[in-house]
Structures are given as structure tokens and as C-alpha cells.
């Protein structure tokens, strides 16, 4: 089992900065995945940005340019870095974690709220 715990959501103005944070516990497998994800009410949940254990990065078209994800790998941390947030990023965040063996394993954070508002 994995147990991912996120930090760092609030309310913040319109053009403001965030750091999300979530550690991920209990059985890593080496080769993995960890991502954000959100989702707003009445939406489909989107995916922000992914990092593998590689180092590989992918991000949403609308996040391209504002948010870096990093991860420190010894403390089995993902990092989200908002810059430039605008209302239209106003959403519960969820940090992911996908485990990748014979089979794929996925697990969830309990999310966190981010608020962009003046």
C-alpha cells in the first residue's frame, strides 16, 4: 500500500504564487510515476503535470510556462510550483501516484484546495 499526503493549497490573488507538496509512503516501486491532478465541481478531473521516476515530464497545455513539477526522489516528494495563477485555476489538486510492475497500481491523496481570488 501508498499513502500520499498533500500540503500546501490556500487562497491566493490572482497572479500569485503556490507550492504544493506531496509525500508519497509505504511501497514505491522504483520505476513509477507521480502527477497533479484537478478538478472543479460539475468537471472531469484533468491531469496538470506527471513526473516519472525517470525524469520524464509532461504538462497540461494551459499550465505550460506557469507551473513546474519537480520531485526529490530520496524523500519520495512531488512538488508543484504555481506561478501566474489565474481564477481558472481555482480547483481541488490531487497528488497521484501510479506503481509500475507486472501490473499498474495506482493511489490518490486526499487532495487540496487552491483558491485563486482577489
Known amino acids: 500500500q501508498v499513502q500520499l499526503v498533500e500540503s500546501g493549497g490556500g487562497l491566493v490573488q490572482p497572479g500569485g504564487s503556490l507550492r504544493l507538496s506531496c509525500a508519497a509512503s509505504?511501497?514505491?516501486?522504483?520505476?513509477?510515476?507521480m502527477a497533479w491532478y484537478r478538478q472543479v465541481p460539475g468537471k472531469q478531473r484533468e491531469l496538470v503535470a506527471s513526473i516519472t521516476s525517470g525524469g520524464a515530464i509532461i504538462y497540461e497545455d494551459s499550465v505550460k510556462g506557469r507551473f513546474t513539477i519537480s520531485r526529490a526522489n530520496a524523500k519520495n516528494t512531488v512538488y508543484l510550483q504555481m506561478n501566474s495563477l489565474q481564477p481558472e485555476d481555482t480547483a481541488v489538486y490531487s497528488c497521484n501516484l501510479r506503481n509500475f510492475g507486472v501490473d499498474v497500481h495506482t493511489y490518490w491523496g486526499q487532495g487540496t484546495q487552491v483558491t485563486v481570488s482577489s
Open positions: 509505504g511501497s514505491i516501486f522504483s520505476i513509477n510515476a
